[in-house]
């Protein structure tokens, strides 16, 4: 091709390439599924100078009221609570999951959340089933 001043063109525009590079990128991240529910076991090494992961507590709210925190049961708010209290004092970042039965009646649910904000846990979740 020539341009309008007869010389040829020898340089090549990348401009539509980067973009085009872009915008696959972003779709790669946005559909990247980040769940670590379904990863593999590891047998991790030990290390002197390693720091602690994220704890967790899990909370279970059945449909009759019943609790257990990590599959452990537990009686009634007071347990809880003071089982909350001592884990938020060895672990202040912990997180809290509930995952409340969909027939565990709306107060028991709330009760349950109290109980934890109560004992100085702030970071809850709730978890859920995917839909079909």
Sequence with gaps: MISPNNAPITAINVTPLVDVMLVLLI???VTAKLDDAHSL?????????GSDTQQVLTVRLEANGARFVNETPIPDAVALRTLAQRLHAKHP???TVI???TQASHGA???LLDT???AGIDKV????ERAP
């Excluded at 076991?41 to 100078?49: F, T, V």
């Excluded at 979740?125 to 859920?128: K, R």
């Design 27 to 29: 779709i790669f991240m």
């Design 41 to 49: 076991p590891l047998d991790l090494p030990k290390a002197a100078s």
């Design 93 to 95: 970042e912990l997180r």
């Design 99 to 101: 995952a409340a039965s």
């Design 109 to 111: 649910v709330i009760e």
């Design 116 to 118: 934890l904000r109560l």
């Design 125 to 128: 979740a709730f978890a859920v």
